[in-house]
């Protein structure tokens, strides 16, 4: 299947096709997507990134980012959305790592639910970012297809876009964190629901509910315990100073952290 085609965009109507499709990627109303026309316009008038993703003429994607501190090193990309099976939302980050570059700017910052395995392992496998604060109940309530009935904490994910594991990601090398012999777990899935353990060794697994986005229709009880557990465990150990350092077998955050007495 051939790349899709990234440009960026400048043109009402493209902004108009950018929150059709971000209605149909979060399912909601079209007043009610992440971003709106006039946000897109004053955007990219400034000199921001805001930029789509074609494949064969169609938008399958779009991704909204804006200039942060620090000044003349940051930029903070807002949101990304893109369909699934295409490769979109990938190359819509490569571009994105590119455009960065090309403007002196050497890391891009965003937030992420940090329970969705599958974003943690395009974020830290696939592009080689890696999660360092955690923000609760960061948005607030929202009410679109997928965050109904959940908290919206979020993860702030940093891509220094020069180290080592960001060029080699960018190279098609995913980045895989070899796991210490003497790792422990500090959460686990047990029979689907969060068990603690250990939150004071050197290595530490933080594992991920298998599918959080069915569990929070079929068992919306257990997904609220795998919320506020994650909150708990990963929250209190970036807090206390533990760094996550990978994600290990599409499943677990990897951290590292000095044992305490």
Known sequence: MPAPDIRELHDLDDFADVVALFARIWQCPPEH????????RALSHCGNY???????????????AFLSAPVGRGLHSHVTGALPGLGAGHALKLHQRAW??????????????????RNAHFNLVKLGALPEEYLPSFYGPMDDGINTGDETDRALAVWHLLEPRAEAAALGHPQRPDLPSATHYALRDHHGR????TLTAGSLLVQLPADIETLRRTDPAAAKDWRLALRDVLGTLLSDGASVI???DKSSYLLTRKPTA
């Open 100 to 117: 960065a570059l090309e403007r002196g700017l050497d890391r891009i910052t965003w937030t992420y639910d940090p329970l969705v395995r």
């Open 194 to 197: 969060p068990r603690p353990g």
């Open 50 to 64: 805001v930029a789509g993703a074609y494949h064969q003429g169609r938008l399958v994607g779009a991704s909204v």
């Open 33 to 40: 997507s992440p971003v709106n026309v006039e946000q897109m």
């Open 246 to 248: 990978g994600f290990h």
